[in-house]
């Protein structure tokens, strides 16, 4: 069986894009894992029976800066979701692994772009997810400079790029 990495995430709500840029950026580093930018598309859009390993990567509401959170459909999965219905998929999928790959937001209102913090912790939990990849068999291909670089590119607003 396969494994999928996908990221949600509204780009135009600050810090909520996290998950969907980083999905973005990673598919051109992550290797053995098929990688879907969902963006704002509910999880239900995607054909799950043929993964055994389901990667989200998402904004949570949890006291540490970031973190990866192994999902069971007994927890209570509030803090760490805003309304993504996983509690739904992991009754129904009760034969497969979730992760949730979280970074806590520091600012989600209506703003292009990843905050300066936000870009912080990923940086911070990189080097973590990154391990954690390997460990669930998926090759990686990455520095954590270059993914960095890549998400000032990419998930940063910068007016004057639009002129």
């Known amino acids: 069986m396969s494994k999928i990495i996908i990221g949600v995430g509204n780009r135009l709500m600050g810090d909520d894009g996290f998950g969907s840029c980083l999905a973005e950026i990673l598919k051109e580093f992550v290797f053995d894992a098929d990688i879907i930018d969902l963006g704002l598309s509910p999880l239900f859009d995607i054909e799950l029976d043929k993964y055994s390993t389901i990667i989200i990567l998402d904004i949570a509401n949890i006291n540490d800066e970031y973190g990866i959170y192994e999902l069971k459909a007994s927890q209570n999965l509030e803090p760490l979701s805003h309304d993504l219905g996983l509690s739904i998929l992991l009754k129904m999928y009760d034969n497969k692994k979730f992760y949730l790959i979280a970074c806590k937001p520091e600012s989600i209102d209506i703003r292009e772009g990843l905050s300066q913090r936000c870009i912080d912790r990923i940086e911070k939990l990189l080097p ?9 068999g998926i090759k990686t291909n990455f520095n954590i400079p270059d993914i960095i670089r890549y998400i000032k590119e990419k998930c940063v607003y910068n007016p004057e790029k639009s002129e």
């Open 128 to 136: 973590i997810f990154k391990h954690f990849l390997e460990e669930q």
